[in-house]
């Protein structure tokens, strides 16, 4: 489970160094004016995407929890998964809730 969560945070580190350029690129590209001039631009940035790699892209990375680093079934707002959340309101970590039986 860690070596998931390590990849996952080189993923995000990756991203993060590289999601400037990558916005400014999607711009430029869906810019038909710009495009239609700068033809050799756009082929150094087609270039570029095919020459990068995969781990830089927003689509790879994954949403896991924070305390177990499980990927499934995660409040995103709170970043926990749906059993660590469970055994916190059980533990009254949060105000509101409680354990109920019937």
């Not at 990558?22 to 095919?50: C, D, P, S």
């Not at 830089?56 to 995103?76: D, E, H, M, P």
């Not at 469970?86 to 009254?92: A, I, L, N, P, T």
């Amino acid at each position: 489970m860690r070596y998931l969560v390590a990849k996952d945070r080189k993923r995000r580190v990756l991203f993060a160094k590289s999601e400037m350029k990558q916005t400014v690129f999607k711009i430029l590209r869906k810019n038909k004016l710009f495009a239609e001039k700068n033809k050799t631009l756009i082929t150094k940035i087609k270039k570029y995407y095919r020459n990068s790699p995969r781990d830089q892209f927003y689509s790879r990375i994954r949403a896991r929890c924070v305390v177990s680093g499980k990927s499934g079934w995660i409040f995103t707002r709170l970043k926990v998964s749906g059993m660590q959340l469970r055994e916190m309101y059980g533990k009254g970590y949060f105000y509101g809730f409680k354990n109920s039986s019937w």
